[in-house]
């Protein structure tokens, strides 16, 4: 016999009550899962093996390559000679794995977070929906996440994958619902006058004079998904993280400073590129909001 509610001692199973709703959910849908940890990992591997099979020296020139046609030379000096710093202190592979992981979930967040900031952007309903949806996730300890992912998907990169899309997404939405609603509607306006219809202005007008902001969130998604890399590494993703994580276990201070600095050399290459290509938004014209 079950015990009577007392309010002034209240006890609610809301634990019991989650558990068991995900112990349903992982057998029905264990099918499912199995597909999408598949897809996750085969990804990461495969973004791996582009970035590992080529030497270092060839991927350090490619990297300061990209970093001088999007930005500078001088940029692509500090690429340089952070990259090969990188290296230097053995920890190219982690650093691959770590940016395999990061690009990986980085894409599927914004893939995601993209659309859903559109869609909230245009209809107030789906706007007061998302908010406290995207409140939610981005005040639960990020570390919370990793239960359930671990249980549905077992030790490896994957459990980290999905925690880290999770955890990131939030600012890609909230920056592209921002970004549209204040594109002048002035602007809009003329479109409309021209006769263009909702979707040429949307792809013609908004998103091009939004995607400064738009890439500034995706410039958070990829930071945030960088501060994850340690909480994957708990749960079984190779990585910078790992290093991190195993020098915290055997008080090592010089492996975890190693792998510290490589994340750093990481996040500023990774954000001084994202922004240089906000810088390169294109400008709208008249002609191209004609019917």
């Known amino acids: 016999m079950s015990e009577s509610f007392d309010p002034l001692d209240p006890r609610l199973e ?6 068991d709703a995900f112990d349903w959910f992982t057998e029905t849908f264990q099918p499912v899962l199995d597909v999408i940890g598949s897809v996750l990992e085969g990804a990461y591997n495969g973004v791996f093996d582009v970035l590992s099979a080529p030497p270092f020296l060839v991927m350090i020139a490619l990297f300061a390559g990209l970093g001088w046609l999007v930005r500078s030379w001088r940029f692509a000096v500090v690429t340089v000679v952070g990259f090969y710093l990188v290296a230097a202190m053995d920890r190219w592979d982690g650093a691959m794995q770590t940016l395999s992981l990061v690009l990986v979930a980085a894409f599927i967040a914004t893939a995601i977070a993209v659309p859903l900031g559109i869609w909230a952007a245009r209809s107030q309903p789906v706007s007061n929906v998302l908010r406290p949806v995207l409140d939610f996730m981005q005040t639960m300890p990020p ?8 249980g549905a998907f077992g030790i ?13 997404m939030p600012p890609g939405v909230r920056f592209t619902e921002l970004a549209i609603r204040q594109v002048d509607t002035e602007v809009v306006e003329a479109g409309q006058a021209f006769g263009s219809s909702p979707a040429r202005i949307l792809r013609q007008i908004q998103l091009p004079l939004a995607l400064p902001t738009i890439m500034a969130g995706i410039n958070q998604v990829i930071m945030l998904s960088l501060s994850m890399v340690v909480l994957a590494a708990m749960v079984g993703a190779a990585g910078l993280g790992l290093d991190v994580v195993s020098g915290l276990q055997s008080l090592n201070v010089g492996r975890g400073v190693e792998a510290g600095l490589a994340v750093v050399v990481l996040a500023i290459y990774l ?12 400008v709208v014209r008249a002609s191209r909001v004609r019917a």
Do not use: E, H, K, N
């Open 14 to 19: 809301v634990g019991t009550w989650i558990s």
């Open 143 to 150: 570390m919370v996440y990793l239960i359930p992912t671990l």
């Open 156 to 168: 490896g990169v994957v459990p980290g994958m999905i925690s880290t899309i999770v955890f990131a």
């Open 271 to 282: 954000d001084r590129v994202v922004s240089a290509l906000a810088d390169r938004a294109p």
